[in-house]
């Protein structure tokens, strides 16, 4: 489609489709979502001249994985939102199956972004082209055009390029997919965005040690962390384990030492970044005080994500809430970052056997929790969450055969935070060193049950609700 076309389409596609995904009681009341259509990666996350700016893959039209352009919010406090100009659509040749993601860069003072145009033959396969947009004085972007076509050695599925600034040089992680179909992970390195040098792969699959490690690694993310250098990824095609990537497609971390020259990384075992149902697709900035944030995508494609109930009032997924990353004895740790305090209402405080206890309302909750014994936590009868000494065992039924799935998280967890809000909760471990995030939805206002013989102390909080201006 052309701007001449997408454009009118989009604005009456929000017109419409707003107030019915705001009126929906699964829309989330403090975490990011669609207005309507489907929204899936975060794109091009940064802090730029005082606020920052995320971005998101987004089809304004439907509910399916099509015409994706990137939506735009911006926000000082990481809680308040507003909308920006809509950034990018698929409407030149070198992008016109989509606008992928990509990342955003402060090149001189300019708000550039770095994304994936994706086209589609009739025939079924693809190309893709790494591009530029650069930010106008309205707030819009104007695209630049392809800096980059497809890398030699590697099939049609190149893409997701994160960009950053090292040493005199720009540098990007590009996912891509080589000719004996294997996922790897290439290091670039430009002196001006515009001309790029391949240096060829540093991580995925039969590299490093890894063996078989999937078909397409997608999204990469590489930053440094208390002095290591950490890969974030997407191996697509990663075999499950009993209790270990259990999802369509996993979302996992590396932790190493890069040598930019070689290029080089070494690193260990492929970590999974989140246990839960659903997160995909991570995407990292540095906070203006050096904190690394990260925001996922509380979504996972290709699996049961068209059965969402939220799929009837025209919208589909939402962001994990905002978090800040810390290195513990090489375990990336996740905490919920400290700016969502401000959500917070009056602190309660209870203690007790957990089968005594009467349930709290679990809409838009902070909980902090200490167990010791065994307890099951159940989320309005949808959800259900069994903390044992041997770990913590998430379930709920499949929307498409009504069979029991499971998550894990295995090892001795102490303490537990919990975020939830209409239809999702995140439940960070000891502080963060395990993370499980999912979509429920519940068929009334979600109550949190507690069960089982531990002795329980409990501090929460009901959230404010935080709409995007
Ligand atoms: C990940 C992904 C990316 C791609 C984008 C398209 O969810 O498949 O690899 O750029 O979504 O929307």
Same mark, same amino acid.
């Given at each position: ?238 075999? %499950?384990? *009993? ?6 497609? +996993?979302? =996992?971390?590396?932790?190493? /030492? $890069?040598?930019? &020259? ?86 309660? %405080?209870? *203690? ?6 009467? +349930?709290? =309302?679990?809409?838009?909750? /902070? $909980?902090?929790? &200490? ?99």
């Amino acid at each position: 489609m052309t701007t001449r076309t997408l454009l009118p389409a989009i604005l009456q596609a929000v017109m419409k489709g707003q107030p019915v995904a705001l009126g929906d009681r699964h829309y989330p009341r403090w975490h990011l979502a669609p207005v309507t259509g489907l929204m899936n990666d975060p794109n091009g996350f940064i802090h730029f001249q005082g606020r920052y700016h995320l971005f998101y893959q987004w089809n304004a039209l439907g509910c399916q994985h099509q015409h994706k352009c990137w939506g735009h919010w911006s926000s000082t406090d990481l809680t308040h939102w507003r909308h920006e100009p809509l950034a990018l659509m698929p409407d030149e040749e070198y992008d016109r199956s989509g606008c992928y993601s990509g990342s955003a860069v402060d090149d001189a003072g300019k708000l550039t972004l770095c994304y994936t145009g994706n086209v589609k033959f009739d025939d079924g396969t693809r190309t893709a082209w790494q591009c530029l947009a650069v930010q106008n004085a309205d707030g819009g972007f104007d695209k630049l055009g392809p800096v980059m076509p497809l890398p030699g050695g590697y099939t049609g599925h190149v893409r997701d390029p994160k960009v950053w600034r090292h040493a005199e040089h720009w540098y990007m992680v590009l996912g891509a997919q080589d000719l004996e179909l294997q996922g790897k992970v290439l290091l670039l390195r430009s002196e001006n965005l515009w001309n790029w040098e391949n240096l060829g792969e540093i991580a995925g699959s039969t590299l490093g040690g890894l063996g078989d490690a999937g078909y397409m690694w997608e999204c990469p993310d590489l930053f440094m962390l208390d002095g290591k250098a950490i890969l974030l990824c997407c191996p697509q095609g990663v075999a %499950r384990e *009993e209790k270990r990537f259990l999802n369509t497609y +996993p979302s =996992a971390y590396l932790c190493g /030492e $890069l040598d930019y &020259e070689q290029p080089e990384y070494r690193h260990g075992p492929l970590v999974e970044l989140d246990a839960g149902f659903e997160f995909y697709a991570p995407q990292t900035t540095l906070a203006e005080d050096g904190r690394r944030l990260l925001i996922g995508w509380m979504g996972v494609p290709d699996g049961e994500e068209m059965l969402q109930p939220t799929v009837a009032q025209g919208w589909i997924h939402q962001m994990t809430c905002p978090r800040e990353l810390t290195l513990r004895d090489g375990l990336l740790c996740q905490q919920p970052a400290r700016e969502l305090a401000a959500l917070r209402g009056d602190e309660q %405080r209870v *203690e007790g056997v957990a089968s005594a206890l009467a +349930p709290i =309302a679990a809409q838009s909750l /902070e $909980l902090m929790m &200490e167990a010791q014994g065994d307890v099951t936590l159940d989320f309005a009868g949808t959800l259900r969450l069994e903390w044992t000494r041997d770990g913590l065992c998430l379930s709920r039924r499949s929307l498409k055969s009504g069979e029991w799935l499971y998550r894990y998280w295995q090892g001795e967890a102490k303490r537990l935070h919990i975020l939830c809000d209409s239809s999702s909760v995140e439940i960070f471990i000891n502080d963060g060193e395990g993370v499980m995030s999912s979509r429920y939805f519940p068929a009334a206002s979600a109550m949190l049950a507690f069960d089982g013989g531990a002795q329980l102390r409990l501090r929460y909080w009901s959230l404010r609700p935080c709409m995007v201006e």
